[in-house]
């Protein structure tokens, strides 16, 4: 039971992590971006080819999968810069189906559908998996304790105040003297390679990377993390993630209790729960559990 919770957490780290690169590109920019997993495993591939094929370092494995993401983002703000809405949500959609496919079908990179294995982890097989865990879950939240104050300090300076006023109305923004493109940009690059950096833990973590692992659901998590613990919001992120993860595991053992149901009705008892849940939290509090606070100057 011990390791079950300690790879929650785990598990919930990466989420924060990944709830936070979202924040800086919809949360602050506004822009949808719903091929979060897309740069997820970009991340990943990055950072366990090039430990186990040109056996880099794993920190500085970790740092290319970041690298990689973000180079990813900036092509992809480029491509997205004039589309708003429902567009934009659909071809970042499109972007993760596509690294999805391309890691299912370029064999001699991937190594297809049979996914790339045994990815180095730190001191694995020098300690016992329940030390190695714990490892990893003190890299992880100290990874999203750098990523918490990095995306803190990025939403209070000047650049921040310029993504809300773009996520506001970009035209006026632009009327103002700011160059949009070249904001978005930068907002695409750094949410991306956030998530890349999750992407790299996440494949050092669990030793093995497939195309399937990077399902579009992933992506719907993390959206639903960051609304429900408030968008804008940087402690919103972590928290989000911590409710969302505390949901979908937290339910596994309720419907398990219940007596006289089928594995079948389970599992759909379990999605009930959840989606009640999330709609009940976004009915009482749509501002999320966190709410957005911007600091304004107090009039003399």
Sequence with gaps: ????????????????LMALGLNVIWG??????????????????????LTTKQFWPMPLGWAAGAAVA????????????????????????????VIRLVASNEIWLTN?????????????????????????????????????????RVSHSPFGRVLRAVREDQDVAAVAGKPVLWFKVR???????????????YAHYNAYIAPDGFAPLLTIYIVLALTA?????????IIGALVVVLLLEGTRFLAQAIPGVTPVQKAALRESI??????????????????????TKARP
Excluded: H, K
């Design 187 to 201: 907002a695409f690059c750094l949410g991306a390679a956030v998530v890349g950096f999750a992407g790299a833990l």
């Design 229 to 237: 613990g408030g968008v804008g919001a940087m402690r919103g992120a």
């Design 70 to 97: 973000a180079a990813a983002g900036a092509v992809m703000a480029v491509i997205v810069a004039r589309l708003r809405g429902d567009y934009l949500a659909i071809v970042t959609l499109g972007f993760a189906e």
């Design 274 to 295: 959840i989606a009640l849940s999330l709609i009940l939290l976004l009915r009482f509090r749509p501002q999320g559990l966190i709410p957005e606070r911007t600091r």
């Design 112 to 152: 297809g559908t049979d996914g790339i294995s045994g990815i180095p982890g730190p001191w694995r097989g020098a300690v016992t998996p329940q030390q190695f865990n714990l490892i990893f879950l003190g890299i992880v939240w100290a990874a999203v304790a750098l990523a918490f104050l990095l995306c803190a």
């Design 28 to 49: 602050l920019a506004g822009m949808v971006n719903l091929g979060l997993v897309g740069f997820f495993a970009v991340g990943a591939y990055a950072s366990a080819l």
């Design 1 to 16: 039971m011990e390791s079950y919770l300690v790879a929650m957490l785990v598990f919930a780290g990466l989420y924060a």
